[in-house]
C-alpha cells in the first residue's frame, strides 16, 4: 500500500496486476488500483478534478486529466472515506503512476492533493527465488 497525507487529507492506493485482463504476448498488461480517499481534516472538502500521470517501463509518459474520479465528484466530511477502483493498461510488464486531486473547500477554496507515487509491476520477465 502507498499513502500520502496533504492538508489532512490522505490518500491510499493498493495497485494489483491482473493476469486474465493481460495479453503480454501482445504487449499489454492490465492493473487495477483501488483508492482511498480519508477526510482527516477538521472541514469538509470536494474532489473536483484528477490529474495522472503514467510512465511506462521506457519512460514514455502519458498524462490523464479529467473531472471527478469514476463519474463521482464525492463530498467528504471530516472522518469520512470515499474508495473506488479503477484500472490502467500499459505496453510494458512494469510502470508507475502518480498524480494529485484537486479540491475545493466549502468556502471555495481550491487546492491539490499528492496521489502517492505507486508501482505497477507485473512480475513478468523475474525469476522466483526458493
Not at 8 to 23: A, H, K, W
Not at 74 to 85: D, H, K, N, V
Amino acid at each position: 500500500m502507498y499513502r500520502a497525507t496533504t492538508r489532512g487529507i490522505e490518500v491510499q492506493v493498493t495497485p494489483r496486476f491482473l493476469t486474465e485482463r493481460s495479453s503480454p504476448e501482445n504487449g499489454y498488461y492490465f492493473w487495477a488500483y483501488t483508492i482511498e480517499i480519508t477526510n482527516r481534516g477538521p472541514a469538509p472538502v470536494q474532489l473536483k478534478t484528477r490529474h495522472w500521470k503514467i510512465t511506462d517501463a521506457h519512460g514514455k509518459l502519458q498524462e490523464v486529466r479529467g473531472a471527478g474520479v469514476v463519474g463521482e465528484t464525492p463530498t467528504l466530511e471530516p472522518g469520512e472515506s470515499f474508495e473506488y477502483t479503477s484500472g490502467v493498461p500499459l505496453p510494458t510488464p512494469s510502470g508507475f503512476m502518480t498524480g494529485t486531486y484537486g479540491m475545493v473547500t466549502a468556502s471555495g477554496e481550491g487546492f491539490d492533493i499528492e496521489i502517492p507515487a505507486f508501482s505497477l509491476d507485473s512480475g513478468q520477465g523475474k525469476r522466483t527465488l526458493n
